[in-house]
């Protein structure tokens, strides 16, 4: 079986706010949108914002509200770049959840939500290389 | 920007569970594992699964429960492929969600929950490439 995940969907409630958030705040450029879907190309695979009615009509499965147990991280190639990026995600519609500081681990790293509350972790991570096309590759 | 993922974390509550989904389920061999947290190599980034509480601590968020507006997706390479997928998932405690069949968009997918309810979508969408490293392209 392939150690693979080909699509990360998030389900919004505004294509509009969500989209601010990911093209003013990352700088990422949809490779498709329409009136309810928006899907991003990634590091080897692809990424999409979904209307979150849509979204749980396809899986079945409506929403319960709250805050969900898990993170999405969108490594930096320095510590500097860290807090500008968190700086630039808040005034591009998310809220800030953990200003950048030392983990533990090592690194650098802060929490902000998208505009429908999908955690997102800023970090600079020295011992995992990111090569020129994105991918990412865990070392210990 | 970099327009990248590097990581995607799941809030766990049983290590173990979760591993067996994961591993019998899926058939993927973490990197790296501790007490606390799995790893996973991915096609161009790394999958971890962290207990709950220590990922609350991390993002400085608890989370509050109920099922989240988001979706992980595992495409392969045929139809007949997704139905014992979906059902080898079920057999390692996942929750089956919908059952295989052909959506609106095209292809066949079904959705399985993970043993912490984290939702899965398992796919066959011919339209969309996927290369010998499992790296995913969109394509219209």
């Known amino acids: 079986m392939q150690q ?54 396809d899986m079945q499965r409506a929403p319960t509200g709250g805050d969900a147990p898990f993170a999405l991280a969108h490594n930096v190639a320095a510590q500097a770049e860290v807090a500008p990026l968190i700086d630039a995600l808040v005034g591009a519609g998310g ?16 929490y902000v939500a998208d505009p429908d509350g999908h955690a997102w972790e800023i970090a600079w991570n020295p011992a995992w290389p990111i090569d020129a096309e994105g991918h990412v590759r865990f070392a210990a």
């Open 4 to 57: 693979q995940i080909s699509v990360i969907t998030l389900g919004v409630a505004d294509l509009a706010a969500s989209r601010r958030f990911y093209s003013q705040g990352f700088g990422w450029r949809p490779v498709f949108e329409n009136d309810e879907i928006l899907f991003y190309q990634m590091n080897g695979f692809v990424f999409g914002t979904w209307l979150k009615p849509a979204l749980a009509d």
């Open 95 to 110: 809220t800030l959840l953990r200003a950048a500081d030392a983990p533990p681990h090592g690194g650098f790293r802060g």
